[in-house]
């Protein structure tokens, strides 16, 4: 048993489906941009810095998220040892994950792309400190102190 409201819903899907269809038909058959929606130029290719820079976020992302997990094992397990390398790694994952994404959309200002990944190297520089002391006895944390000083060389270098 049918409704009104079951008709209109796939007389909706249908109509935009075919609106999809032929719009991406028009844009196939390359028809000129409409008023209004200018062709943007190609975007300049990225430097060899902003590839590392989006190549180790990545990895500390990564890395940070496994020692995350560990520390907060650690301290439910209660050691309390781990605070300080559990609070480093946070916020470390908060201004990379910012990095990441701001690296990865390739289209800030370049002074604030610096000016970001020189506060992401800082981050960085803290969670590898609070890593070490951890590092010869966790594989997470070794991992993460690794991939933090990474990073840190590739934001430090994009950074200028």
């Known amino acids: 048993m049918t409704n009104g409201a079951d008709v209109t819903r796939r007389e909706l899907i249908t109509a935009m489906a075919g609106f999809g269809a032929a719009l991406a038909a028009s844009t196939a058959a390359g028809e000129a941009p409409r008023e209004g929606h200018a062709m943007l130029a190609p975007a300049a290719p990225l430097s060899a810095e902003h590839k590392a820079v989006i190549a180790a976020t990545a990895d500390c992302l ?10 907060t094992e650690h301290l439910a397990a209660g050691m309390a040892g781990m605070a300080e390398c559990q609070r480093a790694v946070m916020n470390m994952l908060a201004v990379v994950e910012a990095m990441a994404d701001v690296a990865g959309f390739a289209n800030a200002a370049p002074a604030n792309l610096k000016a970001l990944a020189a506060t992401c190297a800082g981050f960085c520089d803290t969670c590898a400190s609070a890593c070490e002391p951890h590092a010869a006895h966790h594989e997470e944390c070794a991992a993460c102190r690794e991939s933090c000083l990474a990073c840190v060389k590739a934001c430090r270098a994009l950074a200028g």
């Open 62 to 71: 990564r890395a940070g998220r496994a020692c995350l997990a560990r520390c």
